[in-house]
């Protein structure tokens, strides 16, 4: 079964930092571009990020660049997302999500796991 | 970035009803277009993609169609458990987006 798991949620200071991961199973890790998006409470979604399979190059949100890096670890089956500088308004539920292998849509998505910045 | 604009914002319809909400990117997105349906604190389910693709295991009452910048979700018969916000989504173009939303209710 593909599963994709987040965690790292929680509560954090405005200017702190906190670091999301995502463990997937059920598939090839190593053969699927991957994206980080966020819900903001009572909002729509917003894509965060994607990395890229292989070359493991990056694209982000206007919003977040600069402050929030992706990376993956193919050997741990794993994603993170390193936020830094985090503000008020990245308070969100942060779900991971997997890119078809060849049409590039979001087929399977995690759960998500929330993240509070406030002092 | 491609705006997209998803119509209505909320409609309330009764079991059976068929029910349509739109989509209008701001530029064409060559039918790099997927639509998504969530439940009140629940992950986001992946229905369609490529604009008109059905994905495994979604239910045929569902369907979409539209081409260019125009785009349309069809519920053909609408059930209790349709109940969801539904969004667009384009991956043609960074930074990819997401339309506003459709909050589907039933009488």
């Known amino acids: 079964e593909v599963q994709l798991v987040e965690s790292g949620g929680g509560l954090v200071q405005p200017g702190g930092s906190l670091r999301l991961s995502c463990a997937v199973s059920g598939f090839t890790f190593s053969d699927h571009y991957m994206d980080w998006v966020r819900q903001a409470p009572g909002k729509g979604l917003e894509w965060v990020g994607r990395?890229?399979?292989?070359?493991?190059?990056?694209e982000y949100a206007a919003s977040v660049k600069g402050r929030f890096t992706i990376s993956r670890d193919d050997s741990r089956n794993s994603l993170d997302l390193q936020m830094n500088s985090l503000k008020t308004d990245d308070t969100a539920v942060y779900f991971c999500?997997?890119?078809?292998?060849?049409?590039?849509?979001?087929?399977?998505w995690g759960k998500g796991t929330t993240v509070t910045v406030s002092s | 970035d491609v705006q997209m604009t998803q119509s209505p914002s909320s409609l309330s319809a009764s079991v059976g009803d068929r029910v349509t909400i739109t989509c209008r990117a701001s530029q064409g997105i060559n039918n790099y277009l997927s639509w998504i349906q969530q439940k009140p604190g629940k992950a986001p389910k992946f229905l369609i993609y490529a604009a008109d693709s059905l994905q495994g295991g979604v239910p045929s009452k569902f369907s979409g169609s539209g081409s260019g910048k125009d785009y349309t979700l069809t519920i053909s018969s609408l059930q209790p458990e349709d109940s969801a916000t539904y969004y667009c989504?384009?991956?043609?173009?960074?930074?990819?987006?997401f339309g506003g939303g459709t909050k589907v209710e039933i009488k």
């Open positions: 999500a997997r890119r078809h292998t060849t049409m590039y849509y979001m087929d399977v």
């Open positions: 989504q384009q991956h043609d173009s960074y930074p990819l987006t």
């Open positions: 990395i890229r399979n292989k070359a493991y190059t990056t």
